[in-house]
């Protein structure tokens, strides 16, 4: 389980994070919301050892993030980030590749798990491209397979339905449950689309102002009133006949 106790975190002079408390629970999607700028990538950021605390703790198993090793968190934790630039000229292969670093020794390194990731992100046919001739939608699934590539427990995605069309959207949340359906994985997301969070994620944590305000099932987190309160907008909301989940759809200002 991943923990977070009462972070602060300053970046610049301006306090991010208030005092965020937090539980990921295993084997469950958690969808992190909230208006721009409220913190949702600094909380990330925070939960990963990217950037440390003022104060407060993380925990991972147990064990304080700000002490273990890069390497050691790389193995329980991928991170695929919103803005992620590949290297000029590299193919998909070596770029996916380039999950395992935390596993590499001196004798050298087991790239079977490359296979398997470039095979679940549904991406081995591309495996001899170079990433610069993928369209946004495939070149989401190669990092996804880089990240799946660290054969981690937990998976954290900072915003990762931005810049794709909705078939690619639908494509990559497709992926990411059918992932945490099949193999238990663990997934944290930060998404801006409440009714996609309605759709995937079991638990939503909804930020403002540097705070977690609410935590819940989706039912609970996003009802009319909460979004209105949260987010200062009056919704509509329906159900999927299919799925029974809540579709949202702002009508303007609350």
Same mark, same amino acid.
């Given at each position: 389980?991943?923990?977070?106790?009462?972070?602060?975190?300053?970046?610049?002079?301006?306090?991010?994070?208030?005092?965020?408390?937090?539980?990921?629970?295993?084997?469950?999607?958690?969808?992190?919301?909230?208006?721009?700028?409220?913190?949702?990538?600094?909380?990330?950021?925070?939960?990963?050892?990217?950037?440390?605390?003022?104060?407060?703790?993380?925990?991972?198993?147990?064990?304080?993030?700000?002490?273990?090793?890069?390497?050691?968190?790389?193995?329980?934790?991928?991170?695929?980030?919103?803005?992620?630039?590949?290297?000029?000229?590299?193919t998909v292969a070596?770029?996916?590749?380039?999950?395992?670093?935390?596993?590499?020794?001196?004798?050298?390194?087991?790239?079977?798990?490359?296979?398997?990731?470039l095979e679940k992100?549904?991406?081995?046919?591309?495996?001899?491209?170079?990433?610069?001739?993928?369209?946004?939608?495939?070149?989401?699934?190669?990092?996804?397979?880089? $990240?799946?590539?660290?054969?981690?427990? &937990?998976?954290? *995605?900072?915003?990762? /339905?931005?810049?794709?069309?909705? !078939? =690619?959207?639908?494509?990559?949340?497709?992926?990411?449950?059918?992932?945490? $359906?099949?193999?238990?994985?663990?997934? &944290?997301?930060? *998404?801006?689309?409440? /009714?996609?969070?309605?759709?995937? !994620? =079991?638990?939503?944590?909804?930020?403002?102002?540097?705070?977690?305000?609410?935590?819940?099932?989706?039912?609970?987190?996003?009802?009319?009133?909460?979004?209105?309160?949260?987010?200062?907008?009056? !919704?509509?909301?329906?159900r999927d006949p299919?799925?029974?989940?809540?579709?949202?759809?702002?009508?303007?200002?609350?």
């Open positions: 389980m991943l923990q977070a106790r009462d972070i602060r975190l300053t970046l610049g002079r301006r306090e991010i994070l208030h005092g965020v408390s937090a539980d990921f629970e295993t084997g469950r999607i958690h969808a992190i919301l909230g208006p721009n700028g409220c913190g949702k990538t600094t909380l990330i950021r925070a939960l990963t050892g990217a950037s440390k605390p003022d104060s407060g703790e993380v925990k991972l198993d147990g064990m304080p993030v700000v002490r273990m090793r890069p390497r050691d968190i790389a193995r329980k934790i991928a991170v695929l980030w919103q803005a992620s630039p590949a290297p000029e000229g590299i070596r770029l996916v590749s380039y999950g395992r670093y935390s596993y590499a020794t001196w004798r050298g390194m087991n790239l079977a798990p490359v296979d398997d990731a992100a549904g991406v081995a046919h591309l495996a001899d491209r170079r990433v610069s001739t993928l369209s946004g939608g495939e070149r989401q699934r190669v990092w996804l397979a880089t $990240a799946l590539a660290q054969e981690p427990e &937990i998976l954290i *995605l900072d915003e990762p /339905t931005t810049y794709l069309d909705i !078939a =690619h959207q639908s494509d990559i949340l497709d992926l990411v449950r059918t992932l945490n $359906a099949q193999g238990g994985l663990t997934v &944290i997301m930060v *998404l801006h689309d409440l /009714t996609q969070a309605a759709r995937y !994620a =079991h638990k939503c944590l909804v930020m403002r102002e540097g705070l977690i305000q609410r935590v819940g099932p989706p039912d609970q987190a996003l009802s009319r009133q909460a979004i209105a309160e949260d987010f200062s907008v009056d !919704a509509w909301i329906t299919s799925t029974g989940a809540p579709v949202i759809a702002p009508r303007g200002r609350a």
